[in-house]
């Protein structure tokens, strides 16, 4: 059973920064392209960075680009988002995938088969 823990999501003003991690049971990551997503209520899933199972390849939503770096450590079986500069319309709910079986990195959440349970962001003052 492939398990899915996000944390580091909390409080936090705009323009500050947070470091989500995303840990892996029941699996080994590094046969997997990650995704990180995002999502408010009411609102569709949001695909914010991807990672691909060697590191090599990564994609960022326009959004993300030059503030946010994804990142993996396949040895302690974890992907890290360092999120920057911090927005509060960035304020979500940000979950880790994994993607599906033969799928690479992409930021469609439907190319993705397990979910952590998410982690709140809310960036206010």
């Known amino acids: 059973q492939v398990q899915l823990v996000e944390s580091g999501g909390g409080l936090v003003q705009p323009g500050g920064s947070l470091r989500l991690s995303c840990v892996a049971s029941?699996?080994?990551?590094?046969?997997?392209?990650i995704g990180w997503f995002r999502q408010v209520p009411e609102k569709a899933r949001e695909g914010v960075s991807c990672?691909?199972?060697?590191?090599?390849?990564?994609v960022y939503a326009d959004s993300a680009k030059g503030r946010f770096t994804i990142s993996r450590d396949n040895a302690k079986n974890t992907v890290y988002l360092q999120m920057d500069s911090l927005k509060p319309e960035e304020t979500a709910v940000y979950y880790c995938?994994?993607?599906?079986?033969?799928?690479?990195?992409?930021?469609?959440?439907?190319?993705?088969?397990?979910w952590g349970q998410g982690t709140q962001v809310t960036v206010s003052s």
């Open positions: 995938a994994t993607a599906r079986r033969f799928y690479g990195c992409s930021l469609n959440s439907e190319r993705y088969a397990y």
């Open positions: 990672i691909s199972p060697s590191g090599v390849n990564i």
């Open positions: 029941g699996t080994t990551l590094d046969h997997f392209a």
